[in-house]
């Protein structure tokens, strides 16, 4: 059996579609969603639907960390056309607030 990916086979989930998904993700201590947060480093799309998510946490030790990968698998897996979702958790570079989520927070 041929292991390429045949047109059949091939989806279009959209970026778009996974950052709406995504930001329905809110970090339980911040009351924000990640994708405001600056969270999500990165979004990889393969041909057959698998999604592959590099994020970070606010601080190495984040106790919301497990439920965070949990909703997000949850919420991508709910975009039409996904197969997979695999998140890598990475702490280099470490997340820095951007000044509109310090201001939202009120640390501007």
Partial sequence: MDSEVSDAELVDVREEAIIAALKKVEDPDLLLDIWFLGLI????IGEAGEIGIEMTFTTPLCPSGPYLIEMVKQHVRAVPGVSEVSVSV?????WEPSEEVKMTLGLA
């Fill in 90 to 94: 990475v702490f280099s570079p470490p």
């Fill in 41 to 44: 480093y990165s979004i990889d």
